[in-house]
Nanobody, 116 residues
Framework: QVQLVESGGGLVQTGGSLRLSCTSS????????MNWYRQALGKQRDLVAT???????DYADSVKGRFTISVDNAKRMVYLQMNNLKPEDAAVYYC??????????WGRGTQVTVPS
């Protein structure tokens, strides 16, 4: 069973930055994609950023140019650098691993708060 642990959330003012980290108990080299999702209070969970083991990335339009996803396969870690944060970025952020057999593994999430 893959275990994922997120860290790095917190309270930041508009325009500030945070770096989220996700540690995996298993190697990241055999997964299909590694992803960050977020879920604001009362809303659905949305995909924010995706990265493959080879480094191909994709982003939601709302975060393009502000967020950067990266991976350190040796350390089994996935990162999300978030710059120029806005109140609408406030949410619980979840790390997700999607495997080639379509299994999904989730962390418990880390809260990001950006006061308006």
């Amino acid at each position: 069973q893959v275990q994922l642990v997120e860290s790095g959330g917190g309270l930041v003012q508009t325009g500030g930055s945070l770096r989220l980290s996700c540690t995996s108990s298993e190697t990241l080299l055999s997964v299909d994609t590694m992803n960050w999702y977020r879920q604001a209070l009362g809303k659905q969970r949305d995909l924010v950023a995706t990265i493959t083991p080879t480094g191909r990335t994709d982003y939601a339009d709302s975060v393009k140019g502000r967020f950067t996803i990266s991976v350190d396969n040796a350390k089994r870690m996935v990162y999300l650098q978030m710059n120029n944060l806005k109140p609408e970025d406030a949410a619980v952020y979840y790390c997700n691993l999607h495997t080639w057999t379509s299994d999904d593994y989730w962390g418990r999430g880390t809260q990001v708060t950006v006061p308006s």
